[in-house]
Each structure stands twice: as C-alpha cells, then as structure tokens.
C-alpha cells in the first residue's frame, strides 16, 4: 500500500524528565526499517509527565499509563501494520493464525 503523505503518520510522543528520547527514536528507527513507504511520516514529540504514547493518524495504540509499560517492538509493529500495511506478512515476528 502507497500512502500519501498525510496518511500513515506516527507520532511518538515521549517524556523529556525521564529521558525516553532514545527509546523513542530507536522504535521510530525500527518502524521507518520495517516500514518504508507505508509510512507518511514518524514524529518525535517532547512531552513531560512520565508520556510515552503511540498514535497512528492520531488513533491511539499505545499509551505507557494505560497498558502498564512500554510495547514490545514487535508488538507495536504489529499494531502500526494493522492499521497501515494490513495485508503486509511481518516474517518471523509476525502473530500467529488462530
């Protein structure tokens, strides 16, 4: 899937005070690798007050105070194809069938 450039953005929004800027850009690096062309845009956006959320055209699909900690890579993965490259097959890391 081709997306245009307002389509498929991801921001990450991250806390300044506790420092997840690198953790931030590392799952932005892992997404932009993965993804490619999917993707319009990944934002990095300075927040403070322990934030670390995950949007996808500005649906929510993760956020650290709700589900208790930060996404596994593969996890988050997972939720940015469903929702930008749903037909794409993630390889190895991709869920299984039920």
Known sequence: MTTSSTDGRV???YCTQCQWLLRAAW???ELLGTFGQDLGEVALVPGTGGIFRITV???LIWDRKEQGG???ITVLKQLVRDRVAPDRHLGHSDRKSP
């Open 70 to 72: 930060f996404p596994d």
């Open 27 to 29: 799952m932005a690096q």
């Open 11 to 13: 921001a990450i929004t």
């Open 57 to 59: 055209d500005d649906e």
